[in-house]
């Protein structure tokens, strides 16, 4: 009914009680805002952050109708100098369930989880407390905890420096997240960034792996992550480094293989045609070797399913190479052991195979069978060398990939087939069951 106009404020409970000069009790009077009453409101809001209470004041003041423009409103500068304080809540934003287990596995794979939040600083410590993402030890370092403002001031330099230690940054403004990552990356490591609103967007984009949320994200954070979790649940996290790994893994059993093959093959084909002028394996037989590496091989190794051995393995660097010393080393192995084999009964099959009453013409068609056959199910064997590189029980968890399983068996059953009745096409013998043996 008086010529006055009420604006209201909501916000940051520290931030909106600084900006106020008084206070409005319960029946209904103002009172100015003293020291006292400042720093008891001050120990409120400090309690409920320690409790893990998200703290929101409410406050308004009083403004002349005058005061206010008839256009423009939009880009009117609201005063918040002279606050009166209505009252303050803390509400409580509890960690989901398996959370915490969640980020003890991240960090027992060697990711380090951070917090980046707007919430006071207390209230963070107390989320991170709960979420396991902070301890005891942690919090003995003043570098652990920041507040957004205090890095943002930081020269690059001292950014850099301080970015591996920070665990928990409160009080952040979207742009503190976006130097958090731009920090971490110029030390090298590989950042992923979880986000839902328009404003995580930047660090989003600017993170090697953007994640946003698929229930409460915005479109402007979706289009700007690069994975998009459709049940919003930091749980979810753990599964995409899991399967993350897991390609990765399976992609190197794979190169393993086919090089190891490769490796035999031209070796094999190369010395026997210097030394004798002869092939043993012939160009069909070369196509059937390539569909068992390429096509049949990729399905059996590709397909395995992630193990929980692959959270325990610490992350593969930016410039770590695909082919790691162990794996040359089973490459190198297998390969040396499978030419010398065949090398063996190559060159002194008919001896070893007793074929001196055969005519020549077909103790060569007899040993080029073989090796031909020996070569193959050596391949066979070595997709078992090639599930597990880095582990010596290479039959663990063998029977629960059905389809790695299945490859194998259809392709030891066409081997057979190929030998036994499909000689006309290979060029091949029916071998005894001696030499099966």
């Not at 009790?25 to 409101?41: A, T």
Request: hydrophobic share 45%; glycine share 6%; with cysteine.
């Amino acid at each position: 009914s008086d010529t006055y106009v009420h604006i209201h404020w909501k916000g940051a409970a520290e931030l909106v009680l600084a900006s106020c000069k008084s206070w409005f009790s319960i029946d209904g009077s103002v009172h100015p805002m003293s020291s006292d009453k400042y720093n008891e409101l001050k120990r409120s809001i400090d309690d409920m952050a320690m409790s893990s209470l998200r703290c929101i004041a409410f406050a308004y003041c009083t403004c002349e109708l005058t005061m206010v423009p008839r256009e423009d409103l939009d880009k009117w500068q609201l005063p918040d100098d002279n606050l009166t304080l209505l009252g303050m809540v803390g509400i409580k934003d509890p960690c989901r369930p398996g959370v915490r287990d969640a980020v003890q596995l991240c960090s027992a794979a060697g990711v380090k989880v951070r917090m980046v939040t707007g919430d006071n600083v207390e209230t963070a410590k107390a989320i991170a407390f709960e979420c396991g993402i902070l301890n005891a030890k942690d919090v003995a370092s003043e570098t652990t905890i920041i507040e957004g403002k205090v890095f943002r001031e930081m020269s690059e330099t001292a950014r850099e420096e301080v970015a591996d230690k920070i665990t928990v940054m409160g009080r952040s403004s979207p742009n503190d997240k976006l130097l958090l990552v731009q920090a971490l990356k110029r030390k090298g490591h590989v950042v992923a960034v979880t986000g839902d609103g328009t404003n995580d967007a930047p660090a989003l984009h600017e993170a090697d792996i953007g994640l946003s949320m698929g229930i409460s994200g915005t479109e402007v954070a979706k289009e700007s992550s690069d994975i998009i979790i459709l049940d919003d649940d930091f749980t979810s996290v753990v599964k995409v480094v899991r399967w993350g790994r897991s390609v990765y893994a399976n992609i190197q059993k794979f190169i393993q293989f086919q090089l190891t093959v490769n490796v035999a093959a031209l070796v094999i084909n190369v010395v026997a045609a210097v030394s004798s002028g002869a092939v043993p394996l012939n160009a069909v037989e070369l196509l059937w070797v390539n569909l068992i590496m390429d096509t049949l091989g990729a399905l059996a190794l590709a397909t395995e399913p992630p193990t929980d051995n692959l959270m325990k393995r610490h992350p593969v660097g930016r410039r770590e190479p695909l082919v790691t010393n162990i794996m040359w080393r089973n490459l190198f192995i297998q390969a040396l052991y499978q030419i010398a084999v065949l090398l063996v009964f190559n060159f002194d099959g008919k001896r070893i195979f007793q074929l001196h009453n055969e005519s020549r013409e077909h103790a060569d068609k007899i040993k080029n069978t073989f090796v031909f056959n020996a070569f193959v199910f050596c391949q066979i064997f070595n997709e078992f060398n090639a599930r597990k590189p880095e582990e010596k029980n290479v039959f663990g968890g063998v029977t629960s990939n059905r389809l790695f399983m299945g490859i194998v068996g259809i392709t030891t059953v066409l081997q057979i087939l190929i030998i036994e009745f499909l000689g006309k096409f290979f060029g091949t013998v029916r071998l005894g069951w001696k030499l099966w043996l």
